[in-house]
């Protein structure tokens, strides 16, 4: 993976971790914690939307709004099994 790469992985989990923490009230991690969230949001909205047959687009933006919709639909299921 090149510098490049990396460097807009990151930003895209930081922001998808940030807006879903936003949507989700009650979630706040940092600047790590986002990160992670945004990388685990992007992962699930690979799987998900795909197979619901929604395609966001390429590029910057529709990767950050992918990563958030997955990223909100994770921190729902940690929020409901948190309040478990």
């Known amino acids: 993976m090149e510098i490049g790469s990396l460097i807009a ?33 992007a992962f699930v909205a690979g799987y998900l939307l795909p197979i619901v047959g ?5 590029g910057l933006v529709g990767s950050i709004i992918s990563a958030t919709i997955g990223a ?3 921190l729902f299921i940690v929020k409901l099994v948190k309040n478990r």
Do not use: P
């Open 54 to 58: 929604v395609s966001i687009g390429s």
């Open 9 to 41: 992985l990151l930003l895209v989990g930081a922001i998808a971790g940030w807006l879903a923490g936003i949507v989700v009230k009650g979630f706040g991690f940092g600047l790590l914690g986002n990160i992670v969230v945004g990388i685990i949001g």
């Open 72 to 74: 909100v639909v994770f």
